[in-house]
């Protein structure tokens, strides 16, 4: 966790390593924006990003390099049932973000639990671009 990586210095959240396989570099980003006005929609982000913006830029970058590249929404919200990104309120991460699944970057949600001890991911959800 926390690896330094990419021409702009981020940490990635999760690398995961294999000798035969290519480097897999996970970015997970908390869901937690939902849609008053329409039922189960979440968003992401809820403010202008521009951490998450380079983030989308390094794991483009890695994707071009021919490492594997996902973002992880990991939705906190029991409300949401399904994410998209948040082109209202970060119309530069919005644009991002689809520049990162043309160059083949893996978008994957999931509901979490979450305990005092653990946040288990249950239940994969659709992603609207």
Not at 38 to 65: C, I, M, W
Not at 81 to 93: F, P, R
Request: charged content about 30%; proline content about 2%.
């Amino acid at each position: 966790t926390e690896v330094k990586y990419g021409s702009e210095n981020s940490r990635i959240d999760i690398l995961l390593n294999s000798k035969s396989r290519p480097n897999c570099y996970i970015e997970v980003k908390s869901v937690t924006l939902l849609d008053d006005h329409v039922e189960g929609q979440g968003y992401f982000p809820d403010a202008v990003t521009t951490r998450g913006q380079k983030h989308l830029r390094e794991l483009s970058e890695v994707r071009q390099n021919g490492d594997r590249a996902v973002l992880l929404f990991t939705v906190l919200h029991s409300g949401i049932e399904k994410v998209s990104a948040a082109h209202h309120i970060d119309a530069k991460y919005s644009q991002l973000l689809k520049t990162a699944l043309e160059q083949g970057v893996e978008v994957l949600c999931y509901k979490a639990e979450l305990s005092d001890t653990e946040m288990r991911l249950v239940k994969a959800i659709e992603f609207i671009d």
